[in-house]
């Protein structure tokens, strides 16, 4: 059981990093590296190491999108009132 979640959560990583790689929006690239960070905090708890599994799940799937998305908000309101 542990072989195929370990197998799973691999698969979500590589995925989800190849998305983001190839998307062109920084808005759903800040969505796909909140996915990313997800199936980062499942790989960390299946392989026992569950604290850094939680702090990847704060970090790496909460706050780090969250400040790339408000950055981007930001830019593109001054954008928009630029021209």
Do not use: C, E, H, W
């Amino acid at each position: 059981m542990a072989d195929t979640l370990t197998v799973l959560s691999l698969l979500l990583v590589a995925g989800a990093a190849t998305a983001a790689v190839l998307n062109r929006d920084p808005a759903r690239q800040a969505i796909l590296l909140s996915l990313l960070g997800l199936g980062l905090a499942l790989l960390f708890t299946v392989l026992q190491a569950p604290d850094v599994g939680l702090s990847q799940l704060a970090v790496g799937s909460a706050v780090t999108p969250l400040m790339i998305l408000l950055t981007v908000r930001k830019v593109r309101r001054r954008r928009g009132r630029d021209q």
